[in-house]
């Protein structure tokens, strides 16, 4: 393993995180900087976000860096498939890895992971999943991401496993199921049943305050997706369900609406302490991976 610092960043869908991680412990050898990120704008500007975010770390050159992004991405060639989404459409086509070269200290490479199988990773290596073989991830946030391990390796196909390890391209109640369980969907069931535009924390607290209509859009959206996750889950032969993003400060009022979809799940379901940690850490394991694969044997 590499004794150097390993820079990274992590992306969402209104935010990029950057940290400089020490491969041995994972611990942070500078403070995680957040930058706001505005994925309705321009190429120039989100892509303005990225090395704005990166040069707080005053990373070495030569450095291999690891970045976890949200589908739809090309992640082996770095180029944005950001097509017919709600975020980062002008980054369709555009070949992001060239870009960031641009801008970082001469990096030596940069590797590139799915955010919800950096999630994964991370849990898995350091977090609430340490120690377990079998490892599913579901982040809940913008949209709805999955990440499947096992003994510390991303897997992407085999029994339970949703095309391409993306639980988002499944259906749930005859459509995407990202257009029934997302921050959209569920802003926007919350609206036609009458209610205020609201985002979907305070759409929670509504529901914990017993109004009819926050408990009925939530209900309806968390059951369908634990029909859809249980399923994966259980197929996949799961030892634990790690839940985070977002939406996860919510997972005590949600998991109870989650298990009646889901019904029998044998899996242990457990909620990350720090998602975005657990993102941080599976971005330097990916740019590990990949220096280990560039490197002469």
Known sequence: MSADPIPVLEVGGTHVTAALLGPRDWSYLVPPHRTDLDGHGTAAEI?????????????????????????????????????????????????????????????????????????ALGEAAQGAASGRRRVAGLTLGT???????VDGQVVSDGPGIPPGGRIHQLDALGRPLEDVMSRRAIRRAYRDAGGDDLDVREIADRARRGEAAAIEVLRHALCALGKVVGGCVLGFGADVLVVGGSMAGSWQLFEPWFRAGAGELPAEIVVSADSERAGLVGAALAALAALAESSPS
């Open 143 to 149: 949209g709805v991401g999955s990440g499947w391990v």
């Open 47 to 119: 892509l303005g976000a990225f090395a704005a975010a990166a040069r707080t770390l005053d990373a070495a050159a030569g450095a291999s860096w690891g970045v976890a992004m949200p589908d739809p991405f090309d992640y082996e060639h770095g180029i944005g498939r950001f097509h017919g989404v709600a975020k980062f459409e002008a980054l369709d086509g555009v070949d992001v890895r060239a870009a960031l070269r641009e801008s970082l200290p001469a990096p030596r490479g940069i590797a590139f992971v799915n955010d919800a199988d950096a999630f």
